[in-house]
């Protein structure tokens, strides 16, 4: 038992206030142990303020240097917030709050187990002060229960995402991820020092799967485009063109994009109409001018559809990181909507019509970057991702919405993410959506914009009722503490005995050769 730190001076409500001994540190954030009989609380640090028993005119007075005074205390109390009591082996959310007089604890590894913090996919260590203390993980429970990552440019945010989806790689078949990359980091580890990458994953060429434009990767053949994806491609698009679009596809099968274009092209829309036996000019036009702007890189006039290939290794639990660094902002949108989608889809399809193979699929986390971008709550219509975080939960795909700018994510959507990694953060606009919008961080305005880099707060309901200070595990160290994989592969031979008989196999071909001539 560590020895106390100070006592408490008043309660109200889920409150603590205490007064802490001279020379003690504590930090924001920091989780204290308050013991009252035969329970013990365990609280947060939320604010502190220091002052002595002086009137205020004396203070001045003293400070001017002009009288002494004699005896007075300085002091400092501390403020704290309850979240957990334990009673014997049991612990729970608090019953009722700390007496005067009790003593306080700085947290050590006596409380770790108290506190229940250990998950399957471990992420990061519990702060305490200066000190790091036991590990702290999401459940596997967790990922269809949707969660999101928030902090500004360089708070740690990649940094984090890399770990969390290593995790889902060792746990592969178990679980699986779909990640969208905009920048282009994830692959090398850019920005990160020492770089390391997915890429250095020792089961990277065994479970993951990497698709990039750069590499023409990224191909939707138009063969593949059916009427109804064009919801997903044009959010705007009108009932009127689908129409015409499904009745197109109906006459002209999957070349139906390649055939109507061909028909605009030489007579306008009388062409298209044609084909079809409609007259109405502004709609074949409008349909005819969203199609033409289909990019030919990315939507080729083929069969092929890199998104079947994605949903063959999600479904064996293989993780795809999906690069669009480098294209155009309407192509990753395109991108990232037809192949969320399509696997979400696959997902609930095989939930209604084949739930004893649903139940064999792995539990799939999709990691979304810029996810402000795709749950604006001003965008006039709803992309595929706000309706994974509100109802695919049931068929175990779970969304990780990443972005800087918390505050523009539709709030309907953000009250779906139970766990929440995060990070410092500087616009008072950001930090008063999350502790406005987010359980247990009430108070904590002051310590989100403390933070340093690599430090979080993480909220993961319903396991961890309250926001743990965490030091995310840094990927680097994550690669160098991890046990290699043996493949069950032969040893190599030495490069002495290779060249040798590379020497050999020469000389008998040199001789060949002359006996040839």
């Known amino acids: 038992m560590s020895e106390p730190i100070g006592f408490v001076c008043g309660t109200k409500g889920d409150k603590v206030s205490f007064f802490l001994d001279h020379g003690i540190n504590l930090s924001f954030g920091q989780i204290v142990r308050i013991n009252s009989g035969e329970r013990s609380f365990y609280a947060r640090v939320v604010n502190a303020q220091s002052n002595s028993t002086l009137r205020t005119i004396e203070q001045l007075r003293e400070a001017e240097g002009k009288e002494a005074f004699g005896p007075y205390s300085s002091f ?4 704290a917030v309850l979240f957990l009591e334990k009673r014997g082996e049991k612990t729970r959310s608090p019953t009722f709050n700390p007496d005067y007089r009790d003593k306080v604890y700085t947290t050590g590894k006596e409380d770790s187990s108290a506190l229940r913090l250990t998950g399957d996919l471990e992420i990061g260590r519990l702060r305490s002060g200066e000190q790091l203390l036991g590990s702290v993980g999401i459940s596997f429970e967790a990922i269809p229960l949707m969660m999101g990552m928030f902090g500004m440019t360089g708070s740690g945010k990649t940094n984090t995402e890399l770990i969390l989806n290593a995790r889902i790689i060792d746990y592969s078949p178990k679980t699986a991820g779909l990640i969208f990359d905009f920048a282009g980091q994830l692959l090398t580890g850019k920005g990160i020092e020492p770089q390391r990458g997915l890429r250095d994953h020792p089961l990277f060429h065994a479970k993951v799967r990497y698709y990039s434009a750069r590499e023409g990767k990224l191909c939707i053949g138009l063969h593949t485009l059916h009427p109804g994806r064009l919801w997903t491609i044009f959010p705007k698009i009108g009932k009127p063109q689908i129409r015409v679009a499904r009745r197109l596809y109906e006459n002209l099968g999957s070349s139906w994009i390649e ?25 074949i036009e409008a349909l005819m001018s969203k199609l033409s702007d289909l990019s030919p890189r990315l939507f080729p006039p083929s ?59 792995p539990t799939l986390l999709i990691t979304l970057e810029e996810a402000h971008e795709f ?16 109802t695919y939960r049931k068929y175990r ?7 800087p700018r918390p505050s523009r994510i539709n709030p309907n959507v953000f009250a779906e993410l139970w766990t929440k990694v995060i990070m410092k953060t500087q616009l008072r606009r950001d930090r008063t959506y ?18 340093d880099v690599g430090e979080a707060l993480l909220i993961s309901e319903p396991k961890i009722r309250f926001a743990v200070p965490i030091k995310v595990i840094h990927y680097p160290k994550y690669l160098e503490e991890r046990e290699k994989v043996d493949y069950g592969l032969p040893p190599s031979k030495p490069l002495s005995e290779m060249d040798q008989r590379l020497k050999r196999l020469h000389q008998v071909g040199e001789n060949l050769t002359r006996k040839a001539t």
């Open 76 to 79: 400092r109390s501390v403020g």
């Open 434 to 451: 999350l502790t406005d919008n987010t359980p247990y961080l009430e108070y904590s305005d002051t310590e989100i914009k403390m933070l």
């Open 259 to 283: 055939e109507s274009l061909e028909a605009y092209r030489a007579e306008g829309y009388v062409g298209v109409g044609n084909l079809i036996n409609y007259k109405a000019k502004n709609v």
């Open 397 to 403: 795909v779970g969304l990780n919405a990443v972005t």
């Open 375 to 390: 749950l604006d709550k001003d965008l006039p219509k709803k992309t595929i991702f706000s309706d994974i975080a509100l």
């Open 303 to 361: 069969n092929y559809n890199f998104i079947d290939d994605v949903i063959q290794n999600v479904s064996k639990g293989v993780t795809c990181l999906i690069d669009i660094s480098g294209i155009s902002s309407e192509e990753q949108h395109n991108v990232t909507c037809l192949t969320a989608s399509n696997v979400a889809y696959h997902y609930k399809r095989m939930w209604e019509d084949k739930f004893e193979e649903w139940k064999k699929l």
